[in-house]
């Protein structure tokens, strides 16, 4: 008889499938949740906001249903404003919109619809002779 001890050819992974499972699914969960927590941590910054403010240009004021699936928009990119439709079929701008003088809404003057759409009315052209 000898005193040599089997050696098993392959090495135990766990103690059964489902084990090995749970305990990778953890892992996983585990690290996103840490990845999650820092990046909540981080957003908070005041480094980080600035990043996002200064690339966060391009906002929408406003929005207003205007007929079947079509809506009009006012976007705002940094100091200038615009009026856009848009539709099913595409998008379109309508107009610059100018920033008016910081007047209260009671004391400002509202343009007629088809004037913002056209602007003021052409001269009339001469007869071709």
């Given at each position: 008889?000898?005193?040599a ?7 135990p ?13 953890g ?6 949740g ?5 990046l ?5 910054r ?6 996002l403010?200064?690339r966060?240009r391009l ?7 205007i ?6 928009h006012?976007v ?25 003088d ?8 509202v343009p007629?619809f088809?004037?913002c ?13």
């Amino acid at each position: 008889m000898t005193n040599a001890m089997s050696i098993p050819s392959v090495a135990p992974l766990g103690q059964s499938p489902m084990v090995d499972l749970f305990r990778v699914l953890g892992t996983v969960c585990l690290l996103l949740g840490l990845a999650w927590i820092g990046l909540y941590w981080l957003r908070d910054r005041p480094w980080m906001k600035g990043t996002l403010q200064r690339r966060l240009r391009l906002r929408v004021e406003e929005t207003r249903p205007i007929g079947n699936r079509a809506l009009l928009h006012l976007v705002a990119c940094g100091d200038q404003q615009f009026l856009v439709a848009s539709s099913p079929s595409g998008v379109s701008l309508i107009a610059d919109v100018m920033p008016g003088d910081p007047m209260s809404s009671d004391d400002r003057v509202v343009p007629r619809f088809d004037e913002c759409l056209h602007g003021p009315p052409l001269p009339p052209t001469p007869p071709k002779a």
